[in-house]
């Protein structure tokens, strides 16, 4: 299972970013689907997942402005991101789960700045 993360990259405090997230190699969906990220010198962190059958929970730093979708037939997943802030840099994992397997992409940067 390969999952590759698209969509990253610099955007102005404020402005909106999409994340998107492609899962390979696997021929079934994943209960969980979602994204975490870790800022420099910080653990990772979840940010939003969602199951399969559509349960979503966000991380509460971004309640309300993030918003996670996802496309069970693809295996994809995608991260709205609005209303960006400064403490939102970071690396932002895409992360797919099927007990008892975890997979993680590679990480894409997302920096908010001015």
């Known amino acids: 299972v390969q999952l590759v993360e698209s969509g990253g990259g610099l955007v102005q405090p404020g402005g909106s970013l999409t994340l998107s997230c492609a899962a390979s190699?696997?021929?079934?969906?994943?209960?969980?689907m979602g994204w975490y990220r870790q800022a420099p010198g910080k653990e990772r962190t979840m940010v939003a997942r969602?199951?399969?059958?559509?349960?979503?929970h966000y991380a509460d730093s971004v309640k309300g402005r993030f918003t996670i979708s996802r496309d069970n037939a693809k295996n994809t997943v995608a991260l709205q991101m609005n209303s960006v802030k400064f403490a939102d840099t970071a690396v932002y994992y895409c992360h797919a789960s099927s007990l008892p397997n975890d997979y993680w992409g590679q990480g894409i940067q997302v920096t908010v700045s001015s």
């Open positions: 969602m199951s399969v059958g559509g349960a979503i």
């Open positions: 190699g696997s021929t079934s969906s994943f209960f969980i």
